[in-house]
């Protein structure tokens, strides 16, 4: 079951109009809430992200937050997986083509459901494969827009050379991954690139740190240097549906000893726990 502009539906009854601004212009943001056991977890956070998208595309947020946490429980109820990601859009709606904002036009409303599959035992134990290129995206990534074609094109690249998922860098500096948050191990201190508006501020990003500070990992927020990256001892790439994952080849040369290490370890062990207490209070 999906939700459209104020109906619950089947998929495949759902219709959005050809003069979409999402389908004409790709003029829209979008959210992904993973949810455990029926449980959305750090929704709050993913509709303050939400809003700042909105607020930096200049869009009105359709709903109140009230409004949003009921319309994303009523989906969750209504699909059949304990384990969920929610995709909520939010386009500037119907309007005859124009690049310009249309005036008085009903923001269109769009959510569905699909299994959440955190990677496999197997995937953790032998990590994943990823390759670097240059981040050739706008200059404001901090907004979850639904015009993905340079993270589409980018991630494709990593598929045609086997791997999961591309690496960027800009200036000589990493920014994030082409549908991740990427973080590297450099002298036993775990490092993080700065927020701003070269990158998603994720929301898993933001556990990592969390955890990081609880457990006493020494973590430092700081811009990455090229070799850095490439002379990691560990790279781990996060996001609401992969969680926390080793990276253990770049660009076809082992990650360190090539398996995924110590920080790796503690912080998915951190991050699983956490989430169960998480669950277990709600
Ligand atoms: N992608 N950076 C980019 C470019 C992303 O697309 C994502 C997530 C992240 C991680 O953010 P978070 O931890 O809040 O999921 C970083 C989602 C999962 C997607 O588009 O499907």
Redesign the pocket.
Known sequence: MIYLNGEFMPMEEARIPVLDRGFIFGDGIYE?VPVYSRHPFRLREHLL?MQHSLDGIGLPNPHTEAQWSDLVHRLIALNEPEDQSLYLHVTRGVAKRDHAFPRGVQPTVFMMSNPLVTPSRETLEAGVAAISAADNRWLR?DI?AISLLP?VLLRQMAVDAGAVETILLREGFLT??????IFVVKDDILLAPPKGNL??P????DVVLELAMGHGIAHEVRKIAEDELFSASEILL????KEITPITSLDGKAVGNGKPGLFFWKLHGAYQEFKNSVMRRA
């Open positions: 992904v992200r990534c979850k993270n994030e991954g082409a549908a991740s948050n990158m998603l994720g929301i898993t990003y996060t996001s609401s549906t």
